[in-house]
């Protein structure tokens, strides 16, 4: 796994009084790409949430580049470099593609050093450059997906999570987005982090699998697990 980007340590989060997250460990390496995975409702999504910060972590503890970063705010976080892809994409339908990549410029905008990645988005999803006068809500289902990717792009964030990018897109498109996801991690170092219940972008992106239920970690896979169809059919499922 080499060094890691995040650790997790033994957090507890949710809503309201009871914790969906009951003690979740979970470390990211530097430039990897690795997936939580599980049936609906064990919580993925709330770990997502308490990651960029949207939702309190009662107990336990989070970092980011040896920082901890559990109390802070998620637009702080967002500037530290973490880029966020959220369940069902959210894009802005009224605006244009153009528009919608602009709202993500916040993303890393305090570092100096940080320069936008209009060129990325637009060799990466090509789509988008002639679209980009477009509204975003005319657009296909995967085109607003490959939207929602690219505004999180814009800031050149360190670490691009993403939560269930595969639901409600054809698979030819699922596949080109997996592509698009592992030469982002390849050729710019991108270390990122997905929920996703798809065996086939499980199997062609991911390089280590936590299985979630209940609000815990069941297991890790790694190596040839990830490429196991019986052995994430039997955690989905789970
Ligand atoms: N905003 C919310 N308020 C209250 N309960 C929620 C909220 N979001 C999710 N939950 C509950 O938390 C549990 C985990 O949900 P979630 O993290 O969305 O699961 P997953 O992403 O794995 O499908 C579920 O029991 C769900 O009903
Ligand atoms: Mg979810």
Redesign the pocket.
Known sequence: MGEPIVVISEIYA???SGD?LQGVNLTIGKGEIVATI?R???????LMKALIGIIDVRKGSISFEDTDITIRSPKWRARKGIGFVPQGREIFPELSVEENLLTGEQVGMARAKRKLRYELVYEYFPILKERRRQRGGTLSGGQQQMLAIGRALVGNPELLLLDEPSVGIQPTIIQQIGRSLLMLNHEEGLTIFL?EQNISLIENVVQRAYAMDKGRIVSVLDGEQVKDRDLLTQYLAM
């Open positions: 949710g809503y309201g969906v599980g609906n409702g064990v919580g993925k999504s709330t929920v």
